[in-house]
């Protein structure tokens, strides 16, 4: 029997079972467990090892350009406080996922939003929520490639497993790349079921820039904003502070 256990547990894809029953019986028979103290031990490292599996596999398709923590983020005079408790109760609570509710960042070029965007990410694929990570520029083009093949609407369904799509720099889309329209796509396919959130160094009043006419603009904007949590980031950009901050120690003697 003990011979052909490896061979059911690998049947069943038992992973950890399989590697660690041994031990674990001589650890049970050593302390005099029961069998079902034997086998809630068993399935409890199996649960774990699946659990830290799943983990990897969503942070690996999250496709996050960093892996910071929300709470690396030196918000101090850049977020106002009542602001800064509600990225956190975010990060903490999926349940805006469930409502199909957004969320956007706006600020200037180096303050921070990519961090703040990917940390919240980072805490929600904690807690087993799937998430996706685009520049925006590249994720147009990626559309664009889909609608010239004719599988733009399989393409959005596609993105429709993650409750979380986060499209990053929205504001370095122009209208001129290869007809940024399947952006407006995107929003009403996820309007009111799946959330996005977006980071931009531009207002909504620059927005026309992006979107083929005013209309799209408007549209765009009144179903991102409709379910909606609005973010304002100050500040002076952290590289040019830095970049500053090299300099200056350069020059001292």
Known sequence: MEATLPILLKQLRLGRFRS????????????????????YALCEQEAEQRQLSRQHRLLRGAHLPWTKALADYDHRQRIEPARWQELEALARDPGWLQRGENLLLFGPSGVGKTHIASGIALALIGLDQPCRFYPATALVQELQKARADYALPAALQRLDRYPLL????????????????????????????????????????????????????????????????????????????????????????
Do not use: K
């Not at 660690?20 to 086998?39: K, R």
């Open 20 to 39: 660690h029953w041994q031990s674990l019986a001589s650890q049970a028979e050593a302390e005099g467990w029961s069998h079902s103290q034997f086998l």
């Open 166 to 253: 986060l499209i990053d720099d929205v504001g370095y889309v122009r209208r001129d790349e290869h007809e940024s329209a399947v952006l407006f796509e995107l929003i009403c396919h996820r309007y009111e079921r799946r959330s996005i959130l977006i980071t931009s160094n531009q207002p909504f009043s620059a927005w026309e820039e992006i979107f083929p006419s005013s209309s799209m603009t408007v549209a765009a904007v009144d179903r991102l904003v409709h379910h909606c949590r609005i973010v304002e980031i100050t500040g002076d950009s952290h590289r040019r502070a830095q970049a500053a901050s090299r300099s200056q120690g350069q020059r001292t003697p």
